[in-house]
């Protein structure tokens, strides 16, 4: 019988509970937390968001020049790169370094940093720090604090080990606790991996030797009077790729308003605080904002304060009675160094995006469309609040990075790239054709489902791993060798500068070789870049004896353009010449010219054996053709040792036709509201 059966059952699981020795009204669950505790199963635990960075007096205070009000075009072309200019002809006398006082409190939130004490000039210990980027989405001002930490992770859940290091806070990470860099990269078991922590970005750090012969030089400009210290490098680290932990504001965006809104608000607070009767004077705030007119500037004070037409105070500004003014605290929170960085990394590549041509900002509706990234340019795309916001997606899972190709900023697939791609895409290992796997897609079941989830999470996961690794691989060598230059692009005529090369000078000297200029066209933008580029060089090196080497001095020539124009008047063509100055103008009008001329060659069959156009000869086209040859091959041995990516074709289903049929009249093609149905006034009286 069932009952019996389940009788039977219910006796036989009470005297397993009894040997067992647990009593049925037991509803802790303490047999989870046993397991727990035994090292059977592990906890995953964060390793973010512990640590608290502290800033320095300066840099809480925003305090000049470190935080600079107004930045020039010069200043954001050469953003954290200042040009040294060494004296020439003259003997440099180093003084001697000053011996660090000890502090008698450890540097903290409740005591910072003063301006003194952020300095290179005193015997405390330094660290030079290298980044591997050459262009970090994100840096850092001066004053700014972050913080050293080392992360080991445990061989076994027993393991009680703590390893010595020389510089910075150990943190000991469990078997089963997440990366420290955003999955983005992982922590063996028993590696020790430093890293550099602040509130923007979290980057690994990878020792490097000294060299014997290196040292570091300070220069110290106090009343226009220069000194110059001379430092031992104890310890040296190049940081690898950075992974940013804030978004960039996009321009126009809601947080970049804020930021200049607060900006003179705080100034202001400061002001007022320093007066012993809370007034303001306008003409100060004028002087530390030049950019904004006074209609700005006392638009902008009517939010929180109000004028003084009479009484005491008269001519001059007060806090609002409803809004007192903030204590020193309260200031810091309303804007933080932080949002100055991001707004002054978001200026720097919206400078260089105009530099480039690109006038069409991003803004907060085109970074929430989905399809955004279609509708915009490579150097768009690659913009900072492109990248950050597509990197923090990526970590909450809600998108996935491209990897591999635009946005590496090794170029050799030794970092991440965040550019985004679908969701929908299909990864292919390295070595799997397209074809391959559509075929395999089809010959499914129609039951099957064509996305396959798991499988793709662990392609993508393992393209990660790939790529950690040969970062980890490349920084920690010592003694690295040259990598091989691929030969693909130096008989190429097309010298398209990066976005970030201001003035079009890197790369230069190794491309003119590659160009003879018999072959040029005259009045070519060939012919035209080329000139300029040896004048370019010839002036640079008369400028080596005067100026440092690093200090790239911009072209001071001028670029004649010369346009057929039809004249409004009589109707007849007329010669109209234009004299362009701007050197960033003048790279972005040859680079379209270079482009334009050189689809003109492809269109007039220059790779299909006709005869010579534009001054050409066969050995140049022959040589045009090798390189596009050469750099399909690349690009296919480049599939076969990285992970790639395609789009799904849409299923072709027969649509099914939606033949409708009137209520009124019962024909097919109408509904009854429709006013063609002639039934409808019957139905429907005027």
Known sequence: DANVIKESNAREAERQRILEGVDRFNLSNDHFYEALQGGQTHRVRQTFGQLIVAHSLPSLRLQQPYFKLRHTRQDMRSWHRPCLQAPVGTEIEFSRVRSAKKRKEKHSMENPWAAKDVTLKDSADCVLIEYSEEYPLVLSNVGMGSVFVNYYRKRSATDQAFPKVDLGELMILD????????????????????????????????????????????????????????????????VGQTYP???????????????????????????????????????????????????????????????????????????????????????????????????????????????????????????????????????????????????????????????????????????????????????????????????????????????????????????????????????????????????????????????????????????????????????????VSLKMARSTMSEQQQQTTTAHANCVQPNRKGLVIRRAVRSPYTGELMWKTEVVRDLAVIQAYLRQRRIIENLARQRMGLFDGEPDVAGETKSQVGKLKWARERRAEEAREHEKSHMTTFSLPQPNKPKKEVVRRCGNCNQLGHMKTNKKCPRYYEFNPV
């Not at 001059?316 to 949002?339: A, F, G, Q, S, V």
């Not at 393992?462 to 690295?480: A, D, H, P, V, Y």
Request: charged content about 25%; aromatic content about 8%.
């Open 175 to 238: 078997l089963a606790d997440i990366s420290p860099f955003l999955n983005f990269g992982n922590i063996e078991a028993g590696q020790v991996v430093p890293a550099l922590y602040n509130n923007m970005f979290r980057a690994p750090l990878f020792q490097q030797k000294p060299r014997a012969t290196d040292f570091l030089v300070v220069k110290h400009v106090v009343k226009g009077e220069a000194k110059w210290f001379v430092r031992n490098i104890k310890y040296q680290y190049v």
């Open 245 to 527: 932990l804030q978004e960039v504001p996009a321009p126009h965006s809601r947080k970049v308003t804020t930021t200049v809104k607060h900006r003179l608000q705080v100034a202001a607070y400061r002001i007022m605080n320093r007066n012993q009767y809370h007034l303001l004077q306008m003409a100060k705030l004028s002087r530390l904002f030049p950019e904004y007119s006074e209609l700005q500037i006392r638009q902008r004070l009517k939010e929180f304060c109000e004028y003084q037409r009479k009484g005491l105070g008269a001519g001059y500004w007060r806090p609002k009675h409803t809004m007192p003014i903030p204590d020193e605290d309260n200031l810091r929170k309303m804007l933080t160094p932080e949002m100055l960085c991001l707004y002054e990394s978001m200026r720097v590549c919206q400078q260089q995006l105009h530099d480039a041509g690109k006038v069409n900002d991003g803004s907060e509706e085109d970074a929430a469309d989905d399809q955004g990234d279609s509708k915009l340019s490579m150097e768009e795309i690659l913009a900072t609040w492109n990248l950050t916001r597509n990197f923090i997606n990526a970590t909450q899972g809600k998108a996935m990075l491209k990897l591999h190709g635009e946005g590496d900023p090794t170029g050799c697939g030794e970092g991440f790239s965040f550019v985004r791609v679908s969701m929908k895409d299909i990864f292919l290992r390295a070595g799997e054709s397209v074809s391959e796997k559509l075929a395999e897609i089809e010959a499914r079941p129609k039951s099957a489902h064509r996305y396959n989830v798991a499988e793709q999470q662990q392609i993508y996961k393992e393209e990660i791993t790939s790529i950690w690794n040969k970062q980890f691989r490349t920084l920690t060598q010592t003694t690295g060798e040259p990598r091989p230059a691929s030969d693909a692009n130096k008989d190429e005529n097309v010298i398209v500068p990066v976005i970030n090369d201001m003035y079009g000078d890197a790369g230069l000297a190794d491309d003119l070789t590659a160009i003879d200029a018999a072959h040029m066209l005259p009045g070519s933008a060939m012919d």
